[in-house]
């Protein structure tokens, strides 16, 4: 009630916590939990979960969602959303595939599909941040855009020549580095970099910060010299880049594009940086959150098959996780009286 | 004191509080408090946060109740009241942040939730009865707006009128006004202490809490103290003074409020000429600022001030004119423009446009400057905190870590929070939107010192400022805006509530002699 009582309390507060209260007040932690829980009962109930060929198989999958998480999470923390990512996805595979079925180069269908990728995300970006325009309608009507362009760029045609350069291009989305024996998936190294790029630069970085404040107060970041558009743009280029890359990945594992690529792809990628731990209402989130989300939405799925539960069954729990993750953090957030 | 209070109670109060007392986990919020509330009665409640003075109300409102005590309404004795007790007792609540629905009108806030039907099988809203049935109140008021004005369209003073409408539908017999003046420009101030003058010629009494106590002064019929529970004192009609109250409220004299300037004006910093902004895109407006001075800037709300602000902080585009900055001509397309040339914004709505409440303070301090705490790119936060320990024992801000969050300090170490990111930043030009709003006494005399300590160094200070007391005990100059002009410049010697309101409203100043 008064100052002096409100300090006392506040201090004692923070001494009081300690690391375990600290580690069971995060989501993430028994997010975390939940997927170790997962891994090692699906070690026990079935023979076919810790083979190398399906755990190679699980963490691919979860790669390519975790990848587009990861911009995903940076969008959620600034209080935004891209609903247009599994779209930007379809237009780079499709450039890579219309670039690369003419015969030309490897090397030039990379920064292409990247760059048309970027290109959706600036469009979104400047809607949002110079027009004003809500991020949910803008990126809601460039999913539908982006998608049909990229069905238009198809010709209506499944494409599984990619030129001279084909070997390449499988070798990079569908190969491995191993490592101790173990073959580690290409597309999981790359998650691996940019989560840690990722992580590094929302905690360290300028660019970061300045995230957590848009989020947090995007009127107080304005009035404090944040500068918001630019970093409202950036970081819907940022999503859209990692969705650029996924469809190229992607690109090489099937080694063949079809028009229905990346769709839904939008819904899985939020359910898991929610799951993670980011508030759809901006201000957090972070970059392990994002991963582990993935992981646990791509082990659910692969448990339910393994275990022979009709994969109809998967909506139920992911989306039971969806809503126990923010309600218990809600309820946590309670006991602490914030 | 007492005998005069007898002498004015009447017969029966309409209110009667008898040692109440609540206690919340190591800390008495209220220890044995008595109060007596007349019919008609103005009772002014001053007191510092954390005085005492929220608890009073949640009980009143019957939010919680008290540990022991006795409350008596009209004679009926309570031992602790339901929300919808105290409504049904007749006690109604016009909180400082309004409970209104921006999107509807008038008339259906007045009677939302206990709206006149028409009957029939469908039962609908009669709108037409429940704007007939609001005309009253508003005439009782002297409201000069229909019932069927959508309230976001009224000022702040009309939506409290809403408010006091609403208090006045259900029959009240005592109105509480939590700080219903901290956002009210002068003259709807007035028009309020009129409304409180119509309610209490009704015979509703009215408690009237308040941090401006010139407004406690001219309105209230009693005043009470409060400080850590304690009623400290009470002030009889006659004995109801400014220096008092203050003395009253933090236990000792509060004369250091307003320095005097140690240096003279210097050179003009900061130059404003033909500016034109969003808000009165026709008038130009322009404006010298001085090193060493603080510049007050006064005038109704809607006059151009905040606009003006903005301009000159380049987050509104300047459709006309130019700033110089020591003499050099400058373009201020973004805030970042102006951070970057020292010119910074302390804004009107701290916790909506100020700070980050979720961060801690030394990330709120860091922020505007984030390249300063970073070595090759990367932010380290032993630098922002070793920065957030030198401001938090310069300004004084009272908190138990540099990585407390504030959101949880108080309004004036907020505002403290607010100056330190900037400060840390060698300013030139500091603009202050309304610095003091909901900060109590103590804290507000701080922030005064700060402010002519940061004059005193040499930079250049402008204050807008809706209260009077503020504008003309802090300021060196005052320059005074009327629809979108400047209309007046005072020095020091021509300082008066009375000039100063006249050049509000855009009469021309009365010839000395």
């Known amino acids: ?338 | 004191m007492l005998d005069s209070r007898d002498q004015e109670a009447p017969a029966r109060p309409f209110l009667k509080l008898s040692a109440v007392r609540k206690t919340y986990p190591g800390v008495v919020a209220l220890a044995g408090f008595d109060m007596l509330v007349g019919p008609g009665e103005v009772i002014g409640l001053v007191g510092e946060n954390g005085a005492g003075k929220s608890t009073l109300m949640k009980i009143l409102g019957g939010v919680t109740a008290p540990d022991s005590g006795t409350i008596e309404i009209d004679g009926a004795p309570y031992a602790g009241l339901s929300v919808g007790g105290s409504m049904k007792a007749g006690i109604a609540f016009v909180h400082q942040e309004l409970n209104l629905f921006d999107n509807l009108d008038v008339a259906a806030n007045v009677y939302i939730g206990r709206e006149p039907r028409r009957g029939g099988v469908l039962n609908l809203v009669d709108e037409k009865q429940m704007r007939a049935d609001v005309l009253p109140y508003l005439k009782r008021l002297g409201a000069n707006f229909a019932p069927n004005t959508p309230v976001a369209k009224l000022s702040l003073a009309q939506q409290q009128m809403v408010e006091i409408a609403k208090a006045l539908s259900v029959n009240a017999r005592l109105v509480i006004l939590d700080e219903p003046t901290s956002s009210l420009p002068l003259a709807e101030t007035d028009k309020l202490l009129e409304v409180i003058a119509g309610l209490k010629a009704e015979g509703i009494a009215v408690i009237f809490i308040s941090h401006r106590l010139h407004e406690i002064e001219r309105a209230s019929d009693r005043v009470l103290v409060l400080r850590d529970g304690v009623l400290v004192g009470e002030l009889a009609k006659a004995e109801i003074d400014h220096d008092r109250m203050v003395k009253l409220m933090i236990g000792r004299d509060l004369k250091v409020a307003y320095a005097a300037p140690k240096l003279g004006k210097g050179e003009v910093v900061l130059a404003a000429r033909g500016i034109r902004t969003a808000a009165y895109p026709t008038r130009d407006v322009g404006l010298e600022l001085h090193a060493g001075e603080i510049l007050g800037l006064a005038g109704l709300v809607g006059s151009g001030r905040t606009e003006l602000a903005r301009v000159l902080f380049g987050v509104d585009p300047l459709y006309a004119g130019t700033v110089t900055l020591n003499g050099e001509p400058v373009t201020l397309r973004n805030a970042s423009d102006a951070v970057e040339r020292g010119i910074f914004l302390v804004p009107e709505d701290r916790k909506g446009e100020g700070i980050l409440l979720d961060l801690p303070i030394s990330e709120n301090i860091s922020l505007p400057d984030l390249d300063a705490y970073a070595r090759s790119g990367l932010v380290v936060p032993a630098l922002e905190r070793v920065q957030a320990e030198q401001s938090r024992a310069e300004l004084g801000i009272k908190a138990p870590t540099v990585t407390t969050r504030t959101g949880s300090l108080s309004g004036g170490n907020q505002q403290k929070v607010v100056l330190a990111k900037w400060l840390a930043m060698q300013p030139k030009v500091l603009i202050f939107d309304e610095p003091t709003r909901g900060i109590d006494v103590g804290a507000k005399a701080e922030i005064y010192r700060l402010m002519r300590g940061l004059a005193d160094a040499g930079v250049a200070v402008l204050m807008i400022s809706s209260d009077m007391e503020e504008v003309i005990g802090v300021s060196d100059r005052i320059a005074v805006m009327h629809e979108g002009r400047i209309s007046g410049l005072l020095g020091r010697a021509e300082f008066s509530e009375e000039n100063v309101l006249r050049l509000a409203v855009g009469k021309p100043l009365r010839q000395a002699g």
């Not at chain 1, 379809?90 to 219309?98: D, E, H, K, P, V």
């Not at chain 1, 390449?168 to 691996?192: A, E, K, Q, T, W």
């Open chain 1, 1 to 338: 009630m008064t100052t002096d009582t409100s300090l006392k309390d506040a201090i004692d507060q923070q001494t009081h916590r300690g690391f375990l209260a600290w580690l069971i007040s995060r989501q993430i932690f028994w997010i975390l939990l939940a997927v170790i829980i997962a891994i090692i009962a699906m070690m026990l109930l079935t023979k076919t979960f810790a083979t190398p060929q399906n755990l190679f198989n699980v963490t691919r999958n979860f790669a390519f969602v975790g990848i587009v998480g990861l911009g995903m999470t940076a969008v959620i923390i600034t209080g935004g959303i891209d609903l247009s990512v599994g779209a930007t996805v379809l237009i780079s595979a499709m450039t890579t595939t219309i670039i690369m079925h003419a015969g030309l180069p490897i090397t030039l269908a990379i920064p292409a599909s990247i760059a048309a990728s970027l290109l959706v995300g600036l469009i979104n970006g400047v809607l949002i941040a110079i027009v004003g325009m809500p991020a949910f309608v803008v990126t809601l009507g460039m999913m539908s855009i982006a998608r049909s362009i990229g069905m238009v760029m198809s010709n209506n045609a499944l494409i599984y020549e990619f030129g001279p350069d084909q070997a390449i291009l499988f070798s990079i989305g569908g190969g491995s580095v191993v490592v101790g024996g173990l073959p580690i998936p290409n597309p999981l190294i790359v998650m691996v970099l940019l989560a840690l790029i990722t992580g590094f630069a929302l905690r360290w970085t300028r660019w970061g910060r300045h995230l957590y404040a848009i989020g947090g107060n995007e009127k107080a970041a304005v009035l404090t010299g944040v500068p918001v558009k630019a970093v409202k743009i950036s970081v819907y280029m940022f999503v859209a880049f990692c969705a650029g890359l996924t469809g190229f990945l992607q690109t090489g594992w099937l080694g063949s594009v079809t028009t229905g690529f990346g769709t839904g792809l939008e819904l899985t990628v939020i359910a898991a940086t929610v799951i993670g731990g980011a508030s759809l209402a901006g201000g957090t989130g972070t970059a392990l959150g994002a991963v582990v989300g993935a992981a646990l939405i791509e082990i659910i799925r692969n448990s339910l098959t393994l275990l022979g539960i009709s994969t109809f069954w998967q909506g139920t729990f992911v989306g039971s996780f969806i809503i126990l993750a923010v309600a218990s953090n809600l309820l946590r957030n309670k006991d602490t009286g914030e």
